[in-house]
């Protein structure tokens, strides 16, 4: 029977800002080409719930505990609902 690898915290808070570039990044290096060739406005709300999906399949590969991944999902999308709101 297998048993589940231990979860453990997070070492820094620099881990949990790469899992966000690495997400970051590899949906736009995907988007970015397409859009730019048919010169069409990318869909900046759907970009970032992608975003935030990616995010969560690469904390769950990570093994990171469930509060971390949920808050790794959701992170980008909530970006992108508080930008527009005045500081």
């Known amino acids: 029977m297998l048993e589940s690898a231990p979860e453990t915290p997070p070492e ?5 800002f790469a899992l966000q570039g690495a997400a ?11 859009f730019g060739w048919t010169a069409q406005a990318m869909p900046w ?4 719930f992608v975003i935030g ?3 969560f399949a ?3 590969l990570a093994r990171l505990p469930w509060p971390w ?7 980008m999308p909530l970006a992108w609902f508080l930008y527009p709101f005045p500081g």
Do not use: D, G, K
Not at 24 to 29: R, T, Y
Not at 45 to 48: A, M, V
């Open 12 to 16: 820094s808070p620099f881990r949990q």
């Open 24 to 34: 970051i990044i590899c949906v736009l290096s995907l988007a970015w080409p397409y």
């Open 45 to 48: 709300r759907e970009t970032s």
């Open 69 to 75: 991944r949920i808050v790794q999902a959701a992170v």
């Open 58 to 60: 690469f904390a769950t």
């Open 53 to 55: 999906a990616v995010a």
